[in-house]
């Protein structure tokens, strides 16, 4: 399907942006065949995974204020 390709090329990109960045970033898309499964996704059974992504993100944030102070990162 369409989406294989796309997440595919959204994977390659993260990846790419992880090595040259001196931050990491978070990778958070979802690849879903139908909408009921994106409904699971986004509330249902299987949590909210946006929430999980940016809960992940303020993490990550925290702990590179841990280990370099309170600079911006």
């Known amino acids: 399907p369409h989406f294989e390709y796309v997440c ?7 990846a790419q942006l992880n090595l040259q960045l001196p931050v990491p970033s ?5 690849t879903v065949n139908t909408q009921a499964q994106a409904d699971e996704r986004t509330g249902g059974i299987h ?7 940016a ?3 303020l993490k990550m944030i ?3 204020q841990s280990f370099f102070g309170t600079q911006t990162v």
């Not at 595919?8 to 993260?14: K, L």
């Not at 978070?26 to 979802?30: D, M, P, S, T």
């Not at 949590?47 to 992504?53: F, N, P, V």
């Open 8 to 14: 595919n090329a959204v994977t390659q990109g993260v």
């Open 47 to 53: 949590g909210h995974k946006g929430e999980e992504a």
């Open 26 to 30: 978070i990778f958070g898309v979802l």
């Open 62 to 64: 925290a702990l590179l």
């Open 55 to 57: 809960a992940t993100a």
